[in-house]
């Protein structure tokens, strides 16, 4: 079950493949055949773009000697997925005089991934873009599906737009300079595609812990490739997130209500970052549906457990109100007619969206009581 390499082809309105494997980077001739004009711009940010944007871009131009290459560089983090830095990337884009046949890469994370999708969504109505994502969370989550965006001080991902990529190039060599805790981060959105529809795939997970957790090439393409099947399968069927899609966010209502009520993890606080807030989720989700009868004590069980062989947090942090954490609950997204929306779950593998859950069976579960 194991390639170093591995493709996994999107289907839909817009299909695409995703590359997974080492060295892809600096496989020029791929990344090249995707750019249909003369102009290109890299977009990348201040930490990956000294590691990996010469190779490309070298890359790049050893198979078309004939393309215009401009590079754009964010300062690295969420605070730079704003308008401003968006409007950089747009002049970037005019500086270079990118015509409607321009492609636009995009070097990083999902806060590179994300900005400079939206602006290849917006330069002459929508130019072509190619997600060469850098850490795992945006290989296995941003980097697929097509959702761009950027924040403003009302909220994340208020401004936006889908714009599916040409292609993912998702080189899991990259991810030797992530540090650790992103690699965790993005395991726990890996482990959220088993809990909420591939029970093999969660064993899976529960066999090949330490060949993940020490970067194994073979074991990460695999890893990075299920997820993409389940996002891609999931939004080829459900692309506008009318129904199914929801079931992606298992974990996330309550995830999201950790990291605002303490403040967005980030360098040099101890904060729980989204994928620590999304494991915490999940484990929450499943002790509610328990809980609620709908699933067994014992898939909880299987889940903390995995997550804390993952090294992830299972628990509410120290300091948080559970009437706190609840009232965030109730700004969801999801909510209908001010009923609380929650995606739980019927057991591993098998998770629903639940309409209408009664508050005061989650006000328990908040508060650590199960
Ligand atoms: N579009 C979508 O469907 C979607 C889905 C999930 C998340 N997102 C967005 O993704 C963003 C989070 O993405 P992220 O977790 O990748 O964060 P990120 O882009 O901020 O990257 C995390 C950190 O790792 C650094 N980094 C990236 N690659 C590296 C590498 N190979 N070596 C060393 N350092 C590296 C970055 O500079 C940054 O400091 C959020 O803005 C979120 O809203 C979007």
């Not at 941003?142 to 009302?154: F, L, N, R, W």
Request: with cysteine; glycine share 12%.
């Amino acid at each position: 079950m194991k390639h170093t390499m591995q493709t996994v082809h999107v289907h839909g309105a817009a299909p695409y493949d995703i590359h997974i494997g080492p060295g892809l980077v600096g496989d020029g001739g791929a990344l090249a055949a995707h750019a249909r004009g003369r102009h290109a711009l890299v977009v990348s940010d201040s930490h990956v773009a000294p590691l990996y944007a010469q190779a490309l871009e070298d890359a790049l131009l050893a198979a078309r000697s004939d393309l215009k290459l401009a590079r754009f560089v964010l300062p690295a983090g969420e605070e730079s997925k704003t308008l401003a830095h968006f409007d950089g990337a747009i002049e970037a884009l005019a500086a270079l005089g990118a015509t409607r046949d321009a492609c636009v890469f995009a070097l990083g994370g999902g806060v590179v991934g994300d900005l400079a999708g939206f602006a290849a969504a917006c330069w002459m109505r929508g130019v072509d873009v190619v997600q060469v994502p850098t850490t795992l969370l945006s290989m296995v989550d941003s980097s697929v599906g097509g959702k761009t965006a950027v924040d403003i001080p009302q909220g994340k991902n208020l401004v936006g737009a889908f714009h599916p990529p040409r292609a993912v190039f998702a080189d899991t060599a990259t991810l030797a300079t992530l540090p650790p805790r992103e690699i965790r981060a993005g395991l726990a959105e890996v482990i959220k595609y088993g809990a909420l529809g591939d029970p093999l795939f969660f064993e899976w997970l529960e066999a090949e812990r330490q060949p993940l957790l020490d970067g194994d090439a073979g074991a990460l393409a695999t890893a990075i490739a299920r997820s993409c099947e389940a996002k891609a399968s999931i939004v080829a069927r459900d692309p506008l997130e009318k129904g199914e899609r929801a079931l992606l966010n298992l974990g996330h209502t309550f995830g999201h209500a950790i990291e605002t009520e303490q403040g967005y993890g980030g360098v040099g606080n101890d904060n729980l970052n989204h994928g620590e807030a999304v494991a915490v989720g999940m484990v929450l989700a499943a002790t509610l549906s328990a809980r609620l009868g709908m699933s067994p004590a014992e898939d909880t069980a299987r889940l903390v457990a995995l997550l804390e062989a993952y090294g992830l947090p299972t628990r509410v942090p120290a300091g948080l109100s559970p009437e706190a954490l609840l009232g965030r609950m109730r700004l969801d997204k999801k909510n209908i007619a001010g009923r609380l929306r929650l995606v739980l779950w019927r057991g591993i593998g098998q998770a629903e969206v639940v309409p209408d859950v009664d508050e005061a069976q989650v006000l328990p579960v908040l508060a650590g009581m199960g």
